[in-house]
């Protein structure tokens, strides 16, 4: 019946709603987001699969070697279900007729049924437990306040409130506090959320007519993780919502943990009530991973990644020395290594170690060293760099000279006299008048201000 395709119709495009917005909070990034998953059309959310139409077989490939685990994920989540995900991609001709049929790919051969909480949120990252987490100095209080809250949640502190820098452990610390809540009690219902997916399915709710649902899925759990609420900033309604689960959870004594990049009073743009309210339980922090601390953590990923391929305790030793304040990127470049090693049937040596970690760390000191900045103006003005630096006048050298100078105080320590120094001795004044040329020139010489664009992205490139 035509009405009740109709329906069918709706109801797929409204669980897809909901699917994409699931999607786009967990992904890092909007671009993937509106790359590969935008495109996606859905085709029947069926009790066993999920059929979905996609451009082309690249995008099959695609989706399949980067995505398919988080949108498996999703797709449970949202249906209550684990279920298979077929992909097929458009016919050439887009042929609406019932009987035909379209090329379609198994992904994946269909697997047991992945239990999901009660309310389908809890999906929590399977290594992010306690027990993959390392405890040094820099993160022991945390961690000591993340197992209290676990072990007597609603008890101890509420909230918790913990913030850090990117990479330093607040998502791990999070998941592995769900997991102890509901590992000692299984029927616990443990909600983790990023405040970016919050904002999303409040606003997806309020368009659709679903506040009260919204409302009820998020003041009916025993446990919420809150993850990275600094993106509330700003976002009043958003807040205000946010502020009522709160006081609905608190008052009933259930546990709220939440995490930022900074202490609640230093977020823009957040309510003072909010402050006030993170402010009333523990608010606690994660400092940069001492050396001993990195190289804990390095070990234990090879423990578990290393498939056999080991490490030098040089080349670890040189990656924990190198790469200090994020802990993704120390693992991101671990996991590179050990891929290249299982690659190349080989050990990986100091100097190949080198090679990946350049990917990682950028010596801003010698990318923009002066003599690099010099030689980079003469190039683009076809001038020797030796008459740059002379006391001739040249017409043709005044100002690929003045820009030099410009880009020396920009991009260097170097003092007005050291930069003048440099150009056969000219003192002060000329260095100051030649980067207020420069200045002024930006502002009416579009071609001028395009061409120094380019030498500051060369130079930073
Ligand atoms: P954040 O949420 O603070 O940006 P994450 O929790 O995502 O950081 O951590 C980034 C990566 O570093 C994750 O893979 C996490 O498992 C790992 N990590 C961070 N801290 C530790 C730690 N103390 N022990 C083991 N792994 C850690
Ligand atoms: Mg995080």
């Known amino acids: 019946m035509a009405s009740q395709s109709t329906q069918l119709e709706e109801e797929t495009s409204r669980l897809w709603g909901e699917i994409l917005i699931a999607v786009q909070g967990r992904l890092g990034s909007q671009q993937t987001f509106e790359t590969w998953f935008k495109p996606i059309q859905p085709i029947r959310l069926g009790p066993h699969a999920v059929e979905l139409e996609v451009p082309n077989s690249f995008f099959v490939d695609w989706i399949h070697q980067h995505h398919l685990p988080a949108l498996r994920a999703v797709v449970a989540e949202v249906l209550g279900a684990d279920r298979e995900i077929r992909l097929s991609t458009r016919g050439a001709n887009v042929s609406t007729q019932a009987t035909a049929r379209r090329p379609t790919v198994e ?37 000591a306040a993340c197992r209290a809250v676990a072990d007597r949640p609603g008890r101890a502190y509420n909230p918790l409130f913990i913030f850090a820098g990117s990479g330093l452990g607040k998502t791990h610390l999070l998941h592995a506090i769900g997991h102890a809540v509901q590992g000692a009690r299984a029927d616990a219902r443990v909600c983790y959320v990023s405040a970016e997916r919050f904002t999303n399915e409040m606003i997806y709710a309020i368009q659709h007519a679903q506040t009260l649902a919204f409302r009820n899925k998020y003041r009916n759990v025993d446990l919420l993780l809150i993850d990275d609420v600094q993106f509330l900033a700003g976002k009043e309604s958003t807040q205000e919502e946010f502020f009522y689960t709160f006081n609905a959870l608190r008052d009933a004594h259930k546990q709220i943990v939440v995490t930022a990049d900074k202490p609640p009073k230093d977020i823009p743009k957040l309510e003072e009530r909010l402050i006030s309210r993170f402010n009333q339980g523990l608010v606690t922090d994660i400092k940069q991973p001492d050396l001993e601390t990195r190289l804990a953590i390095l070990r234990k990923r090879c423990e578990e990644e290393g498939d056999g391929i080991r490490l030098a305790d040089d080349v670890l030793l040189l990656l924990a020395d190198r790469i200090r304040n994020n802990i993704r990127d120390l693992e991101g470049c671990l996991v590179r290594l050990l891929a290249l090693g299982s690659l190349m049937h080989q050990d990986i040596s100091v100097v190949m170690a080198e090679e990946v970690l350049e990917d990682y760390v950028h010596p801003e000191p010698d990318r923009l060293a002066p003599e690099r900045i010099l030689t980079t103006v003469a190039e683009a003005y076809g001038v020797k760099p030796d008459a740059l630096c002379g006391r001739r006048r040249t017409h043709s050298v005044v100002q690929p ?58 130079l930073e490139g």
């Open 107 to 143: 992904l994946e051969p269909p697997q047991s049924r992945k239990s999901v909480s009660p309310q389908g949120d809890s999906l929590l990252h399977p290594r992010y437990t306690f027990t993959n987490f390392v405890v040094g100095s820099s993160n022991q209080f945390t961690h």
């Open 401 to 458: 000279r003045q820009v030099a100078m410009y880009l020396l105080r920009q991009f260097t320590e170097l003092s007005l006299a050291e930069v003048g120094a440099m150009f056969g001795g000219r003192d002060h004044t000329t260095v100051i008048y030649a980067c207020e040329r420069v200045a002024e020139r930006l502002n009416i010489d579009a071609s001028f201000s395009d061409k120094l664009n380019g030498l500051i992205s060369t």
